[in-house]
């Protein structure tokens, strides 16, 4: 149950953090769009601090709870770069991922992003009941 | 004081605040991700309750935005301007997520647990990185 709670305060610090990010900034907060964009070279010093302090943030999560985020990663090494090479390519051609469809979209009501989080969804719940059925 | 030293210290604040609660939420660990997308098998709902307070802050924030002339430290809001339901948005979601799927790692905690120093983590952001270049260099409409 605690899980459920933990999860509904940290989703309330994302939604923070891109709520202040679009009132003060004016920006979208898409990890995937800012990230594709900071490779571009475009609004460096901004979308270079945000990534920053994006992977700053469970540092400051072990300074304050005195022990770092659980990460367990069970996806062995040609899975990962398979993995990893789809979600690049994918949120680029489908202009964004869990924050920029799955927050910002949501939350400004977007057909486009209901679709995305829709496929998305429903292409992660089929790729890893697939996994499980081979027991990868 | 310079609104672009502004702007970039409320871009670190902000990416802070996303990381720290994507550390929260417990959605850093791609076991739990995976559980929530294993809908047929042991479910973890916990997702589900992330992205539900992300969205409702966020809707907020969207609100309050569209009274407001301009953002604080900048003179325009820059928005996504596209409505098309196109087959890019459809194939390129779909490709993100059985990527997804496979390692449990969306962009947001993949960089953000960078910070904690795992192989698997920065292999996996390399492949993501290699991923979004090689869409921006062959596949960039326009």
């Known amino acids: ?35 594709g964009r900071l490779l571009a070279g475009d609004q460096l010093p901004t979308n270079g601090a945000f990534i920053l302090g ?13 022990h770092p985020p659980v990460i367990t990663i069970t996806a062995p090494w ?3 770069i398979a993995a990893g090479l789809l979600v690049g390519f994918g949120t680029r051609l489908g202009s964004g991922c869990t924050s920029g469809h ?35 | 004081m310079n609104n672009q030293i502004i702007r970039i210290a409320t871009a670190l604040l902000c990416g802070l605040i996303f990381g720290f609660g994507l550390s929260l939420s417990g ?5 739990r991700v995976q ?13 589900a309750f992330v992205l539900g307070g992300a969205v409702v802050v966020a ?18 809001f820059y928005l996504p301007t596209s409505k098309r339901i196109d087959s890019p948005l459809i194939i390129g979601s779909a490709l993100f997520g059985i990527g997804w799927g496979l390692a449990g790692f969306c962009p947001g905690p993949a960089i953000a647990s960078l910070s904690q120093g795992l192989w698997q983590t920065a292999l996996f952001v390399l492949a993501m990185v290699t991923g979004m270049v090689l869409h921006d260099r062959f596949f960039k409409k326009g």
């Open chain 1, 1 to 35: 149950m605690s899980s459920y709670w933990l999860g509904l305060a940290g989703g309330l610090f994302i939604g923070l953090a891109a709520a202040l990010l679009l009132l003060l900034n004016g920006r979208i907060a898409g990890i995937s769009g800012i990230l």
């Open chain 1, 54 to 66: 994006l992977i700053l943030g469970p540092v400051l999560y072990t300074m304050v709870f005195g």
């Open chain 1, 78 to 80: 040609p899975l990962l």
């Open chain 1, 102 to 136: 799955g927050v910002l979209g949501l939350a400004r009501l977007s057909p486009r992003s209901f679709a995305a989080v829709v496929t998305f969804l429903v292409a992660g719940v089929i790729t890893v009941t697939l996994l499980r059925k081979f027991s990868l």
């Open chain 2, 27 to 31: 959605m850093l660990n791609p076991v």
């Open chain 2, 35 to 47: 559980g929530f997308l294993d809908i047929f098998g042991a479910w973890d709902p916990t997702l």
């Open chain 2, 59 to 76: 809707f907020c924030g969207v609100t309050l935005a569209k009274r407001m002339q301009h953002p604080v430290f900048e003179w325009t």
